[in-house]
C-alpha cells in the first residue's frame, strides 16, 4: 500500500468523531443536552440566562444573594468605552454598502473593547472572570447601539447603555429597538439565549480554545470565536435559514411554487439547505422544539401572516425528513422566531454571540486552568522535493 | 473499567500526533522543513519574501513576469483606508497604558479591513486570492503606522504606505523606522520573514482553518489567527524569549548571577523558557540555525555590545541542552536578530503576523476548495445530571 494510502486511512475529514480533550461545562448526548449536569429542558423551563451565564463561568447554580450580585455586576458593566461608540457611528456607509455585516463589526467592537480592558493580558482565574463579565454585559450594548446607527435612531442611553432595571434578554431588545420590550418577546430571546450558551466543541469554542491553548488572552479568543460563528455551517445558519424561508415564501404566495416543487428542485440543484443536520445529533437536535414553541406562540397571537412562515417551516421540515432523513437543528426555529419578533436578520447571529460567549469564555477560563497547546498534525499532499534554481 | 476511564484512553491532550487534515502547502519533516517541495534552506538561501509569498498562494514557484506583476499588485496595495489610518492613530493612549498591545491593535486593524474591502463576504478562490494579496501589502503599513502613532512621529507616506522602490521587507523596515533601510538589515528581516511564513498545521494556522471550515471569511480566519499567534506558547515567544535574555544580561552584567546559575534557579523554580522546544520538531528546528547566522553577523559588525547577546543565547541554548535536551526553535534567535536591529521588542510577533499572514491565507484557500467543518468532540468530566429546582 503507498504511504499515501495508508496516511489517508489514519484520519477523520473535519475531526468527525475525534476526541479533542475534556471539559466539564457540557455535554452532549443523543438522549439530552446538559449545561454542568443540568438539562437543556429544565433550563429552559426554570432558569433565566444569567442563571445560566452564572452556572457557566462559575460551575455551580447561583444562590439569590449570587444571582443578585452578579446581575448587578452586569447592569454596572454595560456602558461601551467611547472609542467603540466613536467606531460605531463611523462604520455606518460600510454597513450600508454592504462590505460589512453586523458580526464583522461586532468582532472589530469586541477587539477594541480588549485595547481598553484593564485585565487584557492577564490569564489569571480572577481576571478571566473579570472580563467574561464586562464581555457579557457590553456585546448587548454593541449590537444595540450598531442596530440604532444602521435605522439612523440615537444611541439608547449610551451612558448607561440600557435600562437597569430590565433584565439581559429585556435589555437586549430595548438595546435594538428603541422601545420598552413585550414581556413575552424579551422571555423568548431569554430562552433563546439559553438554548445558544453552550454547545461542548462546537467550531467557534474550539476556535477559542485553540487560541486560549496558546496563552493568548480572552479578548482575543472571543474574536476567533465571532469569527467562526459567523459562517453558515455554524452560527450564520440562521441568518441563512431565515432567508431562505423567504426565498420559498416569495416563490409559493406568488403561485410559482408550492414548497414541495421549491424543495425537489433544490434537491435536483444540490443546494445546501440551511439550519439541518447536525455533527453530533443524528436523531434531531433537542433544542429546535423549545425555540419551535415559543416562537410558534408568538406568531399565533399576531395572527395568519406570522403563523404562516412557521406552517413554511413545517412544511420544509416534514419533505427533508422524509426525502433526506435530515432534522432541523436549533437555528431553524430561531431564524422565524426572531423574525416573528421583528428583528433584523443580520442580528440573528450577533443576538448568537451575546449568549455563547459565555460558553467562550467558561471554556477559555477551562482551557487556561490546564492548558496543553493545541497543534495537530496534517497529511502532506503536495509537490516532491524540488530545488529552486532546478 | 468504568467509561470514564476508557474513555479518557481515546485522546491526545492538545491533539498532539493527531491528524487533523490534509495539505499541499507545507510538510515538516524531520530531516527538512518544505514549502510546495522547496526545502527551507533553500528558499533562504535563493528566494525572496515575495517568491515565497507567490510560491504558497499559487502553488507554483512564478515566472519572472509573474512575480514582478505580483510584486506591482503588493505595491499598488500598501496604501490602508482612513478608517484604519484614524483608528491607530486613537489608539496611541491605550498603546501608552500597555492595556493594548501591537498585537491587539494589529487584529482590530485587520477586523477593519474587512469591513471596507470589497470582496470581504466572497469565498470564491478569486476573491480569496485577491484579499491574500491586499492583507499581504497592508498589514506592514498597519505595523508602520502603529509604531510611528508609538514614536510620536509623522506616518511615513500614508497615501502610498511606503517607498514603491523596495521591496517586501526594505518597505517594512522603512515604514516602520521612518528611515531608509540599510541592504543587509532589508535582507536579514526578509529571510526572516521567508522562515515564518508557514508551518503546517501550527496552532494559528490551525485556528484559520477551523474559522474558514465554517465557511466563514478570510479577514476573519487571519483575525483568529493573529489572536492565536499572540501567545507566548506560539509566535509571541520570540518577544517572551528576547524578554528573558534582557533579564539575564541584567543579572550577568551587574555580576549578581552566571548565566549558569540564572538558568539552575528557573529550573528549580520551574520557570517556563520561552524560545525552546517544538511540538512537532524533536531534533531541532530547521529555521533556528539559518536566522542564528543572520542575526549573528549583524551583531558581529555592530561589536562586542551587540554580539554580548547572541553569547549569552550561546550559553543558554548550551545548558538547555545538557540539563534538558531540548533545543531552541526558531523564536530564540528571532528575538536577538530583530533586536540587535533595533526593532522593538512588542513589534517581533506582529512582524511575524506580516510574514504568516501568506501561509494563513493560503490554507484559507485550502480549506475553501475542499471544506469540512472542523468540529471535534470532547470527554465530559464534569457534574452528573441534576435538577435545577431540586
Not at 419551535?292 to 427533508?320: C, H, T, Y
Request: glycine residues 10%; neutral net charge.
Amino acid at each position: 500500500m503507498p504511504a499515501s494510502e495508508s496516511a489517508a486511512a489514519q484520519f477523520a475529514k473535519g475531526l468527525e468523531g475525534v476526541v479533542a480533550g475534556e471539559t466539564s461545562i457540557c455535554s452532549i448526548e443523543q438522549g439530552g443536552l446538559y449545561y454542568r449536569g443540568y438539562e437543556i429542558h429544565d433550563l429552559a423551563a426554570s432558569a433565566t440566562f444569567e442563571d445560566v451565564a452564572y452556572l457557566l463561568l462559575v460551575g455551580q447554580k447561583p444562590s439569590a444573594g449570587e444571582l443578585s450580585a452578579f446581575k448587578q455586576e452586569l447592569v454596572a458593566e454595560r456602558a461601551i468605552p467611547d472609542a467603540v461608540i466613536s467606531f460605531l457611528r463611523s462604520v455606518g456607509p460600510a454597513l450600508k454598502a454592504g462590505t460589512a455585516v453586523p458580526m464583522d463589526v461586532l468582532r472589530t467592537g469586541v477587539s477594541i473593547l480588549g485595547h481598553l480592558d484593564k485585565d487584557c493580558q492577564d490569564n489569571s482565574p480572577r481576571a478571566n472572570q473579570a472580563k467574561a463579565r464586562r464581555l457579557l454585559a457590553k456585546v448587548p450594548t454593541i449590537l444595540g447601539h450598531m442596530q440604532s446607527v444602521i435605522d439612523g435612531r440615537d444611541l439608547v442611553e449610551p451612558g448607561t447603555g440600557g435600562d437597569p432595571r430590565l433584565d439581559h434578554a429585556g435589555n437586549l431588545l430595548y438595546l435594538m429597538t428603541g422601545k420598552k420590550p413585550n414581556a413575552q418577546y424579551a422571555r423568548c430571546i431569554d430562552v433563546s439565549l439559553i438554548l445558544y450558551a453552550e454547545h461542548e466543541f462546537n467550531a467557534s469554542t474550539f476556535t477559542s480554545r485553540v487560541i486560549a491553548g496558546t496563552l493568548a488572552d480572552m479578548h482575543g479568543a472571543v474574536c476567533g470565536g465571532i469569527s467562526a460563528l459567523k459562517g453558515p455551517l455554524h452560527g450564520g445558519a440562521n441568518e441563512a435559514a431565515m432567508e431562505m424561508l423567504k426565498e420559498i415564501r416569495v416563490a409559493t404566495d406568488a403561485g410559482k411554487d408550492t414548497v414541495e416543487s421549491w424543495m425537489q428542485r433544490a434537491f435536483e440543484t444540490r443546494r445546501k439547505l440551511m439550519g439541518f443536520g447536525h455533527r453530533v445529533y443524528k436523531n434531531g437536535d433537542h433544542r429546535a422544539p423549545i425555540l419551535n414553541r415559543l416562537g410558534r406562540d408568538i406568531a399565533k397571537a399576531q395572527g395568519p401572516d406570522s403563523l404562516r412562515w412557521f406552517q413554511i417551516g413545517d412544511e420544509v421540515e416534514k419533505i427533508m425528513l422524509r426525502d433526506k432523513k435530515i432534522h432541523p437543528n436549533v437555528d431553524f426555529p430561531c431564524g422565524m422566531t426572531y423574525y416573528v419578533m421583528g428583528i433584523p436578520v443580520p442580528q440573528y447571529t450577533p443576538i448568537f454571540v451575546a449568549s455563547r460567549v459565555s460558553g467562550w469564555c467558561a471554556h477559555v477560563i477551562e482551557q487556561h486552568a490546564n492548558n496543553r497547546l493545541i497543534r495537530p498534525l496534517s497529511i502532506y499532499t503536495g509537490s516532491p522535493p524540488r530545488k529552486w534554481n532546478a
